[in-house]
């Protein structure tokens, strides 16, 4: 897969740019990521998908067009959509459904960061040690990684506790997402962590967003600790599992 390179009309760029998740829309739009284009000429509509199952829908399609886009979703084993509400009930009625989430923005100009004895944060500057954290097989190509985004890491000696990355980025916005080792949850690093991912953005001049299931407690509570704010609802919506 590469990188999304069709000319998308302005007025499905215009809604494109009011859809939620703003960071993973942008990424793919700008092409800091590895993603496809469906229709591959879009006019009336356009589906942007990454690598894996998140995909972004703009523009009106009619009867037709709509179990072309179903049957396209039905070749991956999975998809989680993003579109404006106003598709929400045919596409529910073909068998989707929803799946609820929050997005938070962080609006804070700054972060304290206190580091406890003994830690040390680390950025991942390269393959061998991004390897160490368990997000790094699923950010899709390294090389657009390392040019366009980042990792840290809070170690102890050389050991990785947590680590936190820009998931994706585009048009100065950035998700991001994080991984703790279970044997060292429930003891600050994610939240350590985090916030030395939202000082590299501000740093960088973009605005840090999370997002996660809205009965995702764990997560939740980290982003809410770290400072940010809530910015809105909204749903995903899936294929039901056969």
Request: with cysteine; glycine share 6%; proline share 6%.
């Amino acid at each position: 897969m590469n990188t999304v390179a069709v000319s998308i009309p302005p007025h499905l760029l215009e809604e494109l740019y009011c859809l939620p998740n703003q960071a993973g829309v942008c990424s793919l739009i700008n092409q800091t990521c590895l993603g496809e284009a469906f229709p591959n000429e879009p006019s009336k509509f356009i589906l942007l998908k990454t690598t894996d199952a998140y995909c972004y829908l703009a523009g009106e399609l009619d009867d037709g067009e709509l179990m072309s886009l179903l049957q396209y979703f039905k070749t991956f084993p999975k998809i989680l959509l993003v579109c404006d509400e106003r598709h929400h009930t045919r596409l529910l009625s073909h068998g989707m459904k929803p799946i609820p989430r929050i997005q938070l923005f962080y609006k804070n100009p700054s972060i304290n960061i206190t580091m406890p004895p003994g830690l040390t944060f680390h950025k991942i500057i390269d393959a061998d040690f991004g390897r160490q954290c368990p997000w790094f097989e699923v950010v899709g190509s390294h090389e657009l990684f390392f040019q366009h985004r980042f990792g840290i890491a809070v170690c102890e000696e050389e050991v990785v506790l947590s680590a936190a990355y820009a998931a994706c980025v585009g048009n100065n916005h950035c998700e991001i997402a994080i991984a703790t080792h279970p044997k060292h949850q429930n003891k600050g690093t994610a939240t350590l962590v985090v916030k030395a991912v939202i000082q590299e953005c501000l740093e960088r001049g973009w605005v840090p967003e999370w997002s996660c299931d809205y009965n995702n407690a764990a997560s939740l509570r980290v982003a809410l600790k770290t400072g940010f704010t809530l910015q809105r609802y909204y749903s995903f919506l899936t294929l039901e599992e056969k």
